[in-house]
């Protein structure tokens, strides 16, 4: 077994996290949990420890070391999953994280051009296959279909010195709920209060996910308006729009 150079080193860590940051960036487009940079870390953790067995000569060491990393990314992809209403969530995205480890895995082993393949399969499995999924896929009986995407409009007033305080509570509440925010904005008007707006993706019950953001913020003092609507729904008439808007009661 040779001794690893910095050459092959710099050259084998920066293919996975090339590779990691491929697969990173499809995510980060469709704003999923694990992104851009999740996914390259996990390339590029996964790329180190497999480079740091070839380092030290140990024949055995580096296929060890890369079943240790699946148990690690294993651990890692759990955080991600979430029950949400009886079904399951970040199946997909602990998916994703494994298979960039494979990627880092196989970059560091120093099989450049499998791992350019995999992440390459990995994006096509994405981009590929979401459409034939959603093709094929069906609501349940008796419910509505859990895999409609639906944006959201999330409002928050609230006094100016507490501008920070309120956007830090809400971006934690959005998290907290599996919210994929994509848009926000703040308007400071004259009158000494800031107004938030934030636009969101909800999947499944939108009510139940709006409702528990509105919930964890409608206590909080220094807030003066608290309500959500869809965001455009052509579909839907003036009386049901009217009963997707919650505001806070004084």
Do not use: K
Not at 63 to 82: D, N
Not at 160 to 185: K, N, P
């Amino acid at each position: 077994m040779h001794a690893l150079t910095t050459a092959d080193f710099l050259l084998r860590l920066a293919t996975g996290l090339g590779c990691g940051a491929l697969i990173g960036i499809e995510r980060q487009w469709r704003a999923r949990m694990a992104g851009l940079r999740t996914n390259t870390l996990v390339a590029v953790g996964a790329t180190a420890f497999v480079l740091y067995s070839e380092a030290v000569s140990d024949t055995g060491s580096p296929t060890r070391v890369a079943s240790y990393v699946v148990s690690g990314i294993g651990f890692l992809g759990a955080g991600v999953i979430m029950r949400d209403s009886g079904g399951i969530r970040g199946l997909n995205t602990a998916a994703t994280l494994w298979c960039s480890a494979a990627v880092g895995v196989l970059a560091a082993s120093g099989h450049l051009t499998f791992a350019l393949i995999l992440a390459l399969t990995v994006l096509g499995v994405h981009v590929l296959l979401r459409p034939a999924g959603q093709l094929l896929d069906r609501p349940p009986a008796g419910g509505t279909d859990r895999h409609t995407e639906l944006p959201a409009i999330v409002h928050v007033e609230c006094d100016r010195t507490e501008e920070t305080h309120i956007r830090a509570l809400l971006l934690q509440a959005l998290t907290a709920s599996g919210l994929a925010l994509i848009g926000l904005r703040a308007h400071r008007r004259e009158s000494g209060a800031t107004s938030l707006r934030a636009t969101v993706v909800v999947s499944g019950d939108v009510t139940r996910s709006l409702e528990q953001v509105v919930a964890s913020l409608s206590l909080e003092p220094g807030i003066h308006d608290l309500h959500w609507h869809l965001d455009g729904n052509p579909g839907a008439d003036d009386e049901e729009r009217a009963r997707t808007v919650r505001p806070v009661l004084a």
